[in-house]
């Protein structure tokens, strides 16, 4: 062919681009749940699997139908988002709920928060915790009841200190973490009298934390291996796909805030250094500060915005483990800061070059 | 011995400079037929001095400086004059240009060099000589150099940076240059700092050229030279950026919407340096540099010292295009050059490279705006790029204003960091355009 003849391609610069696409980000997202899918399927057996699959199926297929269908578009499975939600919404859900009621908090994630609003990037909540929310509001008791895992007790105690515990706190034994330690404390402080004797001798942390640390407690499916979710971040990590910031400020808030008010009226015995190593580990903290607040869509664009939503976020955690009603707040800490979002983009733009100061 | 130099934001696109890193410079024949726009520079264009059928020599003025901010235009290669009109552009405009046949004698102007060596010289003098030889900025921009040095007198220049980055993949023509023409290049950076009455020079070269590094450090402990520091700069794009650059040596801001002369710096690349040098000690003007010609589908990637005015379709050929295959024509860069649509279109004074392409960034299935925050932290400006480009998008120039816009200098590490393949520099410019004519409605009230 000869020059004259030949077109050539006309377009703006950069004619280079990163290689990483949105799928490919997603996809990552997804391979790094998988250490703590394989945990929960460990520790909860079947009923894990069978709950993650049919919110990925779910998921999958009102997002097909709704962009096919509805919206006559192209199809928009092949960016993985949905699967992201799919496996972040199961990850929120006990174990023993009923498959249906996955399926109704699968349509409302994706139907009502991700497409109501325009897809992907449009959603102003993280999908897969409004449908969370919504399960809470619609079914909070079947959202509350946890079955013990295969090994290990529902809180992480040991064996000998619940026995110690039963007779004297009511329902300890089906309890996870965050409720069995409220209880701990509740009891504290009624015996508080005498309470340099009984103090927290009672729990073997040492054993508790390293329970929750790998996972042989009750919980959610996907929140119970700490050591499964860090693994995953640490790969989002040296990918680029979540930054240190949010998680590591928002954990840190946590950590720091239940260390000051860790109740035992000190700050440097073990118990009162412990308490906020228990506090981090257990629950929804790690799932939540390393996944979904660090969510792209639903979290800032710009460093400081970053920075204050993690200690936001970690502010209002330990606000509602500490003094409200629930016993876990990670959740909804996420999703009321995920509505300061746009708040905190506007008034936290980066410093602009030049702007600064002069010399001349 | 030397910290690392950086600044702020950038991203690392692949070198891809390993191709021509270690050619020789090699000479281009002259074609024959040059073809030498008008208008090779930022201001008013040359005016014309010759007319049709006029038999020109090598450096003969073709258009006088069309003002201040302006340069002439020299005849690169001896011969006729066939014709005075438009003629494609490669910044893709038909612009004014002279065609002149070549009759293959190089007959030369007589050359003459500054008449009292440069150390002894007044600076106006030397200012003159160079603005005389028609020399711009020739690392992209193509800003007059004779302008950036002659800097109002409230405002004081101690520090000269000559820019030896080359941050943008592919190329390496001032890279070869460093290497093959130092002493000339250092001479050059040392007139620089004699006009301007400077008290520091700088030459900044990214980490990745460790050869360059070794032969300016080993000239620069030389006593003739001993005025003259190394910066070690971090290699990243846009590190060869004037604003980011100054950053880096010299840890200074220049000021939104000013010019580095207003924080005391100077930029000058290491092309201009060299042609300075070329124009106080040997009198030559303009008219000849060097091309780097690489890419995926050049079989034969080279550095070349071409006439200003050669079309580029006479340096792939040299350089054994496969058409076929080609989907892209770039002059420039990757980051910032242009897509080429015309093969007649001249190499002109700010011509780094010319690159052939087969992969497209067109066609791409672009995603809605995820958030992710790449372009932030890309931005070495420090904007918001997906907000602006929502602003853009939906018409809201104002918005786009208060998130500073005009201060963007569509470097391009914003649409190459992005993962939906947004095409933000578009919008950059879009929103630009339209902010440049809000500023100018409200400047006339």
């Given at each position: 062919?000869?020059?004259?003849?030949?077109?050539?391609?006309?377009?703006?610069?950069?004619?280079?681009?990163?290689?990483?696409?949105?799928?490919?980000?997603?996809?990552?997202?997804?391979?790094?749940?998988?250490?703590?899918?394989?945990?929960?399927?460990?520790?909860?057996?079947?009923?894990?699997?069978?709950?993650?699959?049919?919110?990925?199926?779910?998921?999958?297929?009102?997002?097909?139908?709704?962009?096919?269908?509805?919206?006559?578009?192209?199809?928009?499975?092949?960016?993985?988002?949905?699967?992201?939600?799919?496996?972040?919404?199961?990850?929120?859900?006990?174990?023993?709920?009923?498959?249906?009621?996955?399926?109704?908090?699968?349509?409302?994630?994706?139907?009502?928060?991700?497409?109501?609003?325009?897809?992907?990037?449009?959603?102003?909540?993280?999908?897969?915790?409004?449908?969370?929310?919504?399960?809470?509001?619609?079914?909070?008791?079947?959202?509350?009841?946890?079955?013990?895992?295969?090994?290990?007790?529902?809180?992480?105690?040991?064996?000998?200190?619940?026995?110690?515990?039963?007779?004297?706190?009511?329902?300890?034994?089906?309890?996870?973490?965050?409720?069995?330690?409220?209880?701990?404390?509740?009891?504290?402080?009624?015996?508080?009298?005498?309470?340099?004797?009984?103090?927290?001798?009672?729990?073997?942390?040492?054993?508790?934390?390293?329970?929750?640390?790998?996972?042989?407690?009750?919980?959610?499916?996907?929140?119970?291996?700490?050591?499964?979710?860090?693994?995953?971040?640490?790969?989002?990590?040296?990918?680029?796909?979540?930054?240190?910031?949010?998680?590591?400020?928002?954990?840190?808030?946590?950590?720091?805030?239940?260390?000051?008010?860790?109740?035992?009226?000190?700050?440097?015995?073990?118990?009162?250094?412990?308490?906020?190593?228990?506090?981090?580990?257990?629950?929804?903290?790690?799932?939540?500060?390393?996944?979904?607040?660090?969510?792209?869509?639903?979290?800032?664009?710009?460093?400081?915005?970053?920075?204050?939503?993690?200690?936001?976020?970690?502010?209002?955690?330990?606000?509602?483990?500490?003094?409200?009603?629930?016993?876990?707040?990670?959740?909804?800490?996420?999703?009321?800061?995920?509505?300061?979002?746009?708040?905190?983009?506007?008034?936290?733009?980066?410093?602009?070059?030049?702007?600064?100061?002069?010399?001349? | 011995?030397?910290?690392?130099?950086?600044?702020?934001?950038?991203?690392?696109?692949?070198?891809?400079?390993?191709?021509?890193?270690?050619?020789?410079?090699?000479?281009?024949?002259?074609?024959?037929?040059?073809i030498?726009p008008?208008?090779?520079?930022?201001?008013?264009?040359?005016?014309?001095?010759?007319?049709?059928?006029?038999?020109?020599?090598?450096?003969?003025?073709?258009?006088?400086?069309?003002?201040?901010?302006?340069?002439?235009?020299?005849?690169?290669?001896?011969?006729?004059?066939?014709?005075?009109?438009?003629f494609a552009h490669p910044l893709g405009?038909?612009?004014?240009?002279?065609?002149?046949?070549?009759?293959?004698?190089?007959?030369?102007?007589?050359?003459?060099?500054?008449?009292?060596?440069?150390?002894?010289?007044?600076?106006?003098?030397?200012?003159?000589?160079?603005?005389?030889?028609?020399?711009?900025?020739?690392?992209?921009?193509?800003?007059?150099?004779?302008?950036?040095?002659?800097?109002?007198?409230?405002?004081?220049?101690?520090?000269?940076?000559?820019?030896?980055?080359?941050?943008?993949?592919?190329?390496?023509?001032?890279?070869?240059?460093?290497?093959?023409?130092?002493?000339?290049?250092?001479?050059?950076?040392?007139?620089?700092?004699?006009?301007?009455?400077?008290?520091?020079?700088?030459?900044?070269?990214?980490?990745?050229?460790?050869?360059?590094?070794?032969?300016?450090?080993?000239?620069?402990?030389?006593?003739?030279?001993?005025?003259?520091?190394?910066?070690?700069?971090?290699?990243?794009?846009?590190?060869?950026?004037?604003?980011?650059?100054?950053?880096?040596?010299?840890?200074?801001?220049?000021?939104?919407?000013?010019?580095?002369?207003?924080?005391?710096?100077?930029?000058?690349?290491?092309?201009?340096?060299?042609?300075?040098?070329?124009?106080?000690?040997?009198?030559?003007?303009?008219?000849?540099?060097?091309?780097?010609?690489?890419?995926?589908?050049?079989?034969?990637?080279?550095?070349?010292?071409?006439?200003?005015?050669?079309p580029i379709k006479?340096?792939?050929?040299?350089?054994?295009?496969?058409?076929?295959?080609?989907?892209?024509?770039?002059m420039?860069?990757?980051?910032?050059?242009?897509?080429q649509s015309d093969f007649t279109a001249p190499v002109i004074?700010?011509?780094?490279?010319?690159?052939?392409?087969?992969?497209?960034?067109?066609?791409?299935?672009?995603?809605?705006?995820?958030?992710?925050?790449?372009?932030?932290?890309?931005?070495?400006?420090?904007?918001?790029?997906?907000?602006?480009?929502?602003?853009?998008?939906?018409?809201?120039?104002?918005?786009?204003?208060?998130?500073?816009?005009?201060?963007?200098?569509?470097?391009?590490?914003?649409?190459?960091?992005?993962?939906?393949?947004?095409?933000?520099?578009?919008?950059?410019?879009?929103?630009?355009?339209?902010?440049?004519?809000?500023?100018?409605?409200?400047?006339?009230?």
């Amino acid at each position: 062919m000869s020059s004259e003849q030949k077109l050539l391609h006309i377009s703006t610069s950069p004619h280079t681009k990163y290689q990483e696409t949105v799928p490919s980000i997603m996809l990552s997202v997804c391979l790094a749940l998988i250490p703590a899918f394989a945990a929960s399927i460990y520790f909860f057996g079947l009923r894990a699997l069978v709950l993650t699959v049919v919110c990925v199926v779910t998921c999958l297929a009102t997002e097909w139908v709704i962009v096919r269908v509805l919206l006559k578009r192209p199809s928009t499975l092949g960016d993985f988002s949905a699967l992201v939600t799919a496996m972040l919404l199961a990850f929120n859900l006990p174990p023993d709920l009923p498959p249906w009621m996955a399926v109704i908090g699968s349509i409302f994630a994706i139907g009502v928060v991700k497409w109501a609003f325009g897809g992907l990037g449009h959603n102003f909540i993280n999908p897969a915790l409004a449908g969370r929310a919504f399960l809470m509001a619609s079914y909070a008791a079947p959202m509350t009841i946890f079955g013990p895992p295969r090994t290990g007790t529902m809180s992480g105690l040991s064996e000998s200190t619940l026995a110690s515990l039963t007779n004297k706190v009511d329902g300890i034994s089906g309890a996870t973490p965050l409720p069995a330690f409220n209880k701990i404390m509740e009891l504290l402080r009624n015996e508080s009298t005498q309470a340099s004797e009984l103090q927290f001798h009672i729990i073997d942390f040492q054993e508790t934390i390293s329970h929750l640390f790998f996972g042989n407690v009750g919980g959610c499916i996907g929140e119970t291996s700490a050591a499964a979710l860090i693994l995953g971040a640490i790969f989002l990590w040296y990918k680029h796909i979540i930054g240190l910031r949010v998680p590591v400020l928002f954990i840190g808030t946590v950590f720091l805030l239940s260390w000051i008010f860790n109740g035992t009226g000190s700050f440097f015995t073990s118990e009162a250094l412990l308490i906020p190593v228990y506090q981090i580990f257990a629950g929804g903290l790690m799932l939540g500060a390393l996944y979904m607040a660090t969510d792209m869509v639903t979290s800032p664009i710009t460093p400081m915005g970053k920075a204050i939503f993690g200690i936001g976020c970690g502010l209002l955690a330990f606000t509602i483990r500490k003094f409200g009603g629930y016993p876990e707040g990670v959740s909804y800490s996420i999703l009321l800061m995920n509505l300061a979002v746009p708040m905190l983009d506007r008034y936290n733009r980066p410093k602009i070059y030049g702007k600064v100061h002069t010399n001349a | 011995m030397f910290g690392k130099f950086s600044f702020k934001g950038g991203v690392h696109p692949s070198h891809c400079k390993d191709q021509t890193a270690s050619l020789n410079i090699e000479t281009l024949p002259a074609p024959e037929k040059v073809i030498i726009p008008l208008s090779q520079h930022i201001g008013a264009p040359a005016k014309i001095a010759v007319k049709r059928d006029d038999m020109v020599k090598i450096g003969q003025v073709l258009g006088e400086a069309g003002g201040f901010v302006s340069a002439p235009v020299h005849a690169s290669v001896s011969g006729k004059v066939v014709s005075v009109g438009p003629f494609a552009h490669p910044l893709g405009k038909q612009v004014t240009a002279v065609e002149i046949e070549n009759d293959g004698n190089d007959d030369t102007v007589e050359f003459t060099p500054l008449p009292t060596p440069w150390r002894e010289a007044a600076p106006q003098e030397i200012v003159q000589k160079i603005s005389a030889a028609g020399i711009v900025g020739m690392g992209g921009a193509s800003f007059p150099t004779h302008v950036k040095l002659s800097p109002p007198s409230n405002k004081p220049i101690d520090t000269v940076i000559i820019n030896g980055a080359e941050c943008e993949p592919y190329l390496t023509a001032d890279h070869r240059l460093m290497l093959e023409k130092t002493e000339e290049m250092l001479c050059g950076a040392m007139i620089i700092k004699k006009i301007l009455g400077a008290s520091k020079i700088w030459i900044g070269i990214e980490e990745n050229k460790p050869d360059a590094i070794a032969v300016i450090s080993e000239k620069i402990a030389q006593d003739k030279f001993k005025e003259i520091s190394l910066a070690k700069l971090k290699a990243k794009y846009p590190q060869g950026g004037e604003k980011q650059l100054i950053n880096a040596v010299t840890k200074r801001q220049v000021p939104s919407g000013g010019l580095p002369m207003d924080c005391g710096c100077v930029v000058q690349n290491i092309g201009t340096a060299y042609t300075i040098w070329d124009a106080v000690c040997n009198g030559k003007p303009l008219y000849q540099r060097v091309v780097t010609v690489t890419g995926s589908t050049i079989r034969k990637p080279a550095n070349l010292l071409v006439r200003i005015g050669t079309p580029i379709k006479t340096l792939l050929e040299h350089c054994d295009i496969d058409y076929d295959s080609t989907q892209k024509v770039i002059m420039g860069g990757p980051m910032m050059g242009l897509a080429q649509s015309d093969f007649t279109a001249p190499v002109i004074k700010s011509t780094s490279g010319i690159l052939g392409y087969k992969t497209l960034t067109t066609g791409v299935r672009e995603y809605d705006c995820i958030s992710c925050g790449n372009c932030v932290k890309a931005c070495p400006i420090h904007l918001v790029p997906s907000y602006l480009a929502k602003y853009v998008q939906k018409g809201l120039y104002e918005d786009a204003m208060t998130w500073n816009i005009l201060d963007c200098m569509e470097c391009g590490s914003c649409a190459y960091a992005c993962p939906s393949k947004i095409n933000l520099v578009h919008y950059m410019k879009v929103g630009k355009f339209h902010a440049m004519g809000i500023k100018k409605e409200k400047e006339k009230k």
